[in-house]
C-alpha cells in the first residue's frame, strides 16, 4: 500500500511545470542562502570548485559549478572510453539484441531509449553503462571519446525522480523522461551519450551549441540538478576495463575501458 502511494506521489510530482518551478527557485538569488545548507547535507567537497562558495549567485550557479583546473585527470590514449561523469556505475553490460539488462530490476529497450532514431542499429549488440549522478556528485558531462558530433535530439518527458526508488519502483523510467543525446564519432566508431532528466531538473543543457568537435574530456554539457547518464558504445568496438563492475563509483576521466576496430565479420 505504501509503494503505491508513493509512486501515484510521483506521477502528480512528475509534471515538467513542477520542476520548472523549482528550476525558477534555484535561478533565484533567494536560492543563494541555501547554498552552505545544500553543502553540508551533500557533504560536497567545495573546495574543488573553480570559485569561492560566496561568488556563486545562486543555487543553480554552483549546482552547475566547473572545478579547478587538475581535479579530475583524464586517462590518455588513442583508443580510451572514459567516464563522461562523476557517477554510481547503475548498470553496466553487453546489450541483448536492443536491451540493456537489469537496471535496477528492470529491461530497458534501446529502441525506446533513443526514440526510435535510426541510429539505434549500431547499438542492439553494443555495451551500456548506466551512470547516476546524486546531488553530491559534479554535474557536467565531458565527452568520453574524441570525435564529432554526428546527431543531437532533444526529447520532450516527464520528471521522474532517478533515484532508488524511481529506478526500482516506477516503469521505464530512462525512456520516459525528457532526454538530450548526443551521438560522437570517433576514430572507431559511434557513441552515444544520453543525458536523462529527472524530477526537479529544470533543464539538461549544452556547454555551447555550436560546438561539434571535442577532444576526450571536453566540456559537453551539464545537468541543473541530479539525474542520470546512458552511455551506449557501438557493437563490436568496446572492451571494458576488468576491474569494473555495478555499484562503482567512478569519475569524470577515469578509463572505463578500450575501443578497437571492429573483428571482420565471417
Not at 559537453?220 to 562503482?248: C, N, R
Request: proline share 5%; charged share 25%.
Amino acid at each position: 500500500m505504501a509503494k503505491r502511494l508513493l509512486r501515484l506521489m510521483t506521477e502528480l510530482s512528475s509534471r515538467k511545470w513542477l520542476s520548472a518551478l523549482m528550476g525558477r527557485f534555484s535561478h533565484s538569488r533567494l536560492s543563494k542562502r541555501i547554498i552552505p545548507i545544500f553543502i553540508k547535507s551533500y557533504q560536497i567537497p567545495a573546495h574543488e570548485a573553480e570559485k569561492e562558495i560566496h561568488e556563486y549567485r545562486t543555487l543553480n550557479e554552483f549546482f552547475s559549478r566547473r572545478l579547478k583546473p587538475g581535479m579530475r585527470p583524464v586517462a590518455e590514449g588513442p583508443n580510451v572510453l572514459t567516464s563522461p561523469v562523476d557517477a554510481q556505475i547503475t548498470a553496466m553490460g553487453e546489450i541483448s539484441s536492443g536491451t540493456i539488462l537489469n537496471v535496477k530490476g528492470q529491461d530497458y529497450s534501446v529502441e525506446e531509449l533513443l526514440n526510435f532514431s535510426p541510429h539505434l542499429e549500431l547499438y542492439k549488440h553494443g555495451y551500456a553503462f548506466v551512470l547516476y549522478l546524486s546531488p553530491t556528485d559534479y554535474h557536467r558531462i565531458h565527452s568520453p571519446i574524441t570525435g564529432v558530433r554526428t546527431e543531437s535530439e532533444h526529447i520532450k518527458g516527464r520528471a521522474y525522480p532517478v533515484n532508488e526508488f524511481g529506478m526500482t519502483h516506477m516503469k521505464s523510467v530512462l525512456c520516459r523522461n525528457e532526454r538530450l543525446i548526443t551521438y560522437i564519432a570517433g576514430e572507431y566508431g559511434e557513441v552515444a551519450v544520453v543525458k536523462v532528466g529527472a524530477m526537479n531538473v529544470s533543464s539538461i543543457r549544452y556547454n555551447d551549441e555550436s560546438v561539434s568537435r571535442w577532444t576526450n574530456g571536453d566540456d559537453l554539457a551539464y545537468f541543473e540538478f541530479g539525474s542520470t547518464v546512458v552511455l551506449l558504445i557501438q557493437d563490436g568496438i568496446f572492451t571494458p576495463f576488468p576491474d569494473l563492475k555495478k555499484g562503482d563509483q567512478v569519475r569524470m576521466g577515469q578509463l572505463l575501458g578500450t575501443l578497437h576496430a571492429p573483428a571482420p565479420r565471417k
